[in-house]
C-alpha cells in the first residue's frame, strides 16, 4: 500500500518534471521572439513627454486617444526604427520612423527588455525542477528500500 502511493507520487513528480522541461524549451522560443524588443509603460507622470516626442513624427497617425495608451515597444528592424502603441482597449499601431531617437532613447533607458523576464522566470523554474528532481530521487530510493525489505 505505502510502495503503491509512493510509486504514483514519483509518477506525478516524473510528469511535473517533464511538463517543466518542455515549458522552458517553449520560452526560450518566446525568449528569442522578444529578443532586442524594449517596452516601457506609459503612466501619468511620463505621458506627457511621450506625446510630445510622437507628435514630432510624421508617420505617427492619432487614431486613438493618447489617455488610452498602455504601452510602447520599440524593436531595430532591419536597421529600422519600429515602434509598436498598445492601447488599454487591446488595439495596436505600428509604425517605422527613424526620426525619434528621442523616443527610441527614452524607451531604452526606462523601459525592460521583453525577453529578459522569461530568464528570470526560468531560472525560477530550473531551481523548482531540481528541487522536484530530488524528491523524486528519495521517493525513488524509498521504493528500493521497501522493494528489498
Known sequence: MEREKLVDLESWLKFFLFMGIVYII???Y???????KTIVF???KNREKIENMLKTSEKYVETENIEDLDKIQFFIAFNDYEFTLFYDNGEEERFLDNDLNDLKEY???NGYGKS????FIDVLVIIILV????????IGDKI????EG
Open 26 to 28: 517553449f520560452s526560450f
Open 30 to 36: 518566446l525568449m528569442f521572439l522578444g529578443l532586442g
Open 42 to 44: 506609459v503612466n501619468d
Open 107 to 109: 524607451i531604452e533607458d
Open 116 to 119: 529578459l523576464k522569461y530568464v
Open 131 to 138: 528541487q522536484i528532481n530530488k524528491a523524486r530521487k528519495d
Open 144 to 147: 528500493d528500500y521497501i522493494d
